[in-house]
């Protein structure tokens, strides 16, 4: 782009030979070196700002309490440390002292990275396959059950949060519960309450249905023919040809289960359980006041997201233009 | 083994090709060309039924039951602490419309809506508008300016609440600075700040999120219209307000119900950085919501306030239905 109109000049001496219409000669619509210094005067500032936070976030999580607590902001740390960092690389159980005394716990993340994964590829799986019966098989009872699945993406979250605490809670056979599921906890405060009631989106459904729609019923005729099963047709036929949606499916779905906060705050109680949005958010209300540590986590906490935004940055905004969405 | 009688009999299922159907006479254009019971309909194709069945399991319990379920609550006294949990007809509803702090949480969620997502759709439009111009770094411009909408959201919080610290945050230190202020200012413990610097925030950490759904929106525009509005002479603010806008206008739509509907559920940020204070200033109405069913433990009425939510949100959610049914296609494409 940049290398286009550098030579923007050269091109227009030969007339005719770049599509005629996409830069007029009359000099006062030209993209000229005035406005485009005008621009840069505009976006620089703005982007300054945008990031600035974060260059203070990285900066202060390697800053001494005491440097962080000084009337001058430093943006670059005078005595670096990696307390904060280290804070987090306990291992064994905390004591309650110092869990109030600014101590993390690494299991924060190893607990969010589990659950965000374990989310994201049972979702994905279970949304394809359901997304498949709706999309490809003609079965009674299809569309009725499509448009309660639909109907249901109208309710907000957190209608169904309250009735899930409870129906969590009275799981049979779990966390001392007996088979009338009274009795014990349920699933409060065990990954199997943070999983289960994210592993299908209705929302996730309906994007792959669209998608399945596309793909030409020939191809899943040709394979029956050939004596696929169906589980076979839907593995390696439909699969495949689903990739971007899965992709942009299961980038959401991660991204949603790593940063989600609040069906995690309810249900989940002990500490060593927590997610990490959970853990720093705890730490912040309950005015613990080791923010170096705070910084730390909340940059480690960042990472994954800023990595997979990275690696899947085409396919991002791909999903986007897919879903419209972001998780 | 059963592989082979569910291959043969799915064979049949598409109406084109049916093996079985054609003799009794009913034409392919026919909804249901198989005239056999539904038993044996749904048998034949019971494999469709075993593809739903995780996600239906999963869907009745977590969803349907669920639904059922805080219907339910709404017409009972029920607290986690109490063992009998009486019925009350519609007394949670009338407790509710005479609630004045549940009116309070309904204007503040207002104003946080009302605030934020205009700001964040104009600050993304702007920044889209600017990073559509042919300029060297876009990418990192963009990049730039998504990495909030990227960040998990208790950290923003997190990070802004320090930022809005009255004795040592950044806010603070350069308004003072440029002598903008001559006193430092309590930001989230003014009653009247607090809600201004939440939106603030909010709108850094979701204009990001407008400005690429702008940018795709405006390099959909047929370049056409731009060059037919310099043939009759528009200069560069003529084709922004009578080609680019109009052209965006779904666009606009599309971001504009869906920051509703997000902006009306905001939760975090109030948890993290007032905790509904000062004076309920930021109570919007999930955090009263969540303080009736997690601080006082009446599901019944939390339940009830939940509906309540419900009913305002129905508005948009219906109409985002219509738009990403209607727009799915133009949006894949």
Not at chain 1, 154 to 170: A, D, K, R, W
Not at chain 2, 160 to 170: A, E, H, P, T, V
Not at chain 2, 245 to 271: C, D, E, K, N, W
Request: hydrophobic share 50%.
């Amino acid at each position: 782009m940049g290398g286009v109109a550098g030579g923007a000049g050269v091109r227009e001496a030969a007339p005719e030979r770049t599509a005629p219409a996409r830069r007029p000669q009359n000099g006062s619509n030209h993209f000229g070196l005035r406005q485009k210094t005008v621009t840069y005067l505009v976006l620089a500032p703005l982007a300054i700002l945008f990031l600035a936070p974060f260059a203070w976030l990285i900066s202060a999580s390697f800053q001494p309490m005491g440097e962080i607590f000084s009337t001058t902001p430093h943006w670059i740390p005078q005595d670096p440390t990696m307390e904060g960092y280290k804070g987090f690389l306990n291992v064994g159980d905390l004591t309650k002292a110092q869990q109030g005394q600014g101590h993390g716990d690494w299991r924060w993340f190893a607990n969010s990275a589990f659950v965000a994964v374990t989310i994201t590829v049972l979702q994905t799986f279970f949304n394809a396959l359901c997304a498949y019966a709706f999309a490809k098989r003609r079965f009674p009872g299809r569309n009725a059950i499509f448009v309660l699945f639909l109907a249901t993406m109208m309710v907000p979250g957190q209608v169904t949060l309250i009735p899930n605490y409870l129906i969590i809670q009275h799981i049979p056979f779990f966390g001392g519960n007996d088979w009338m599921g009274s009795g014990g906890h349920g699933w409060l405060d065990s990954y199997w309450g943070l999983i289960m009631p994210g592993i299908v989106s209705a929302f996730g459904i309906f994007l792959l249905r669209q998608y399945m729609l596309s793909i030409p019923d020939q191809l899943l005729e040709a394979a029956r023919i050939d004596g696929a099963g169906e589980f076979r047709i839907f593995r390696s036929v439909v699969l495949p040809l689903c990739g971007p949606a899965l992709a942009a499916n299961a980038i959401f779905t991660f991204q949603g289960a790593w940063e989600d906060f609040f069906w995690p705050l309810i249900i989940m109680s002990s500490p060593d359980k927590i997610t990490a949005p959970v853990g720093l958010a705890l730490f912040v209300v309950q005015n613990r006041t080791s923010w170096t540590l705070l910084f730390a986590g909340s940059v480690i906490a960042t990472l994954p997201m800023i990595i997979v935004f990275l690696v899947f940055q085409r396919r991002f905004v791909q999903g986007i233009a897919l879903t419209g969405i972001k998780g | 083994m059963a592989q082979p009688l569910v291959r043969t009999e799915t064979d049949t299922a598409p109406v084109k090709t049916g093996g079985r159907w054609p003799r009794r006479g009913s034409g392919p254009a026919l909804p249901h060309p198989d005239r056999r019971g539904l038993p044996a309909r749904v048998w034949k194709e019971r494999s469709a039924y075993v593809f739903l069945m995780p996600g239906m399991l999963i869907f009745s319990v977590f969803t349907l039951a669920a639904l059922v379920f805080a219907v339910y609550l709404t017409f009972h006294r029920w607290s986690i602490i109490e063992p009998d949990k009486p019925f009350v007809g519609l007394a949670n509803y009338r407790d509710m419309i005479h609630d004045e702090r549940f009116i309070e949480s309904v204007l503040n969620t207002i104003y946080f809506s009302g605030a934020s997502v205009p700001l964040s759709m104009g600050t993304g439009l702007l920044l889209a508008l600017l990073l559509n111009l042919p300029l060297r770094m876009r990418g990192l411009f963009r990049m730039a300016f998504y990495l909030p909408v990227v960040t998990p959201f208790v950290v923003s919080a997190i990070l802004w609440k320090w930022l809005y610290n009255g004795d040592y945050g950044l806010f603070n230190y350069y308004l003072l600075q440029a002598h903008i202020i001559d006193d430092p200012l309590l930001w989230l413990s003014d009653k009247n700040l607090a809600m201004p610097a939440v939106v603030l925030m909010s709108v850094w950490a979701g204009a990001g999120f407008s400005m690429v759904v702008y940018l795709a929106g405006l390099q959909a525009i047929p370049r056409e219209l731009y060059e037919a509005a310099r043939i009759d002479g528009a200069g560069a603010w003529q084709r922004l307000r009578y080609v680019t806008i109009p052209a965006l206008r779904p666009t606009t739509l599309f971001l504009l119900v869906m920051g509703i509907i997000s902006s009306l559920q905001v939760f975090t940020q109030i948890f993290v950085m007032t905790s509904g204070g000062p004076v309920n200033k930021t109570t919007t109405m999930v955090y009263y919501m969540y303080l009736w069913a997690f601080k006082y433990f009446d599901m019944g009425y939390a339940s009830t306030l939940a509906f309540a939510l419900f009913l305002m949100l129905l508005v948009f959610t219906a109409l985002q239905l219509r738009l990403s049914r209607r727009e799915s296609g133009a949006w894949a494409a």
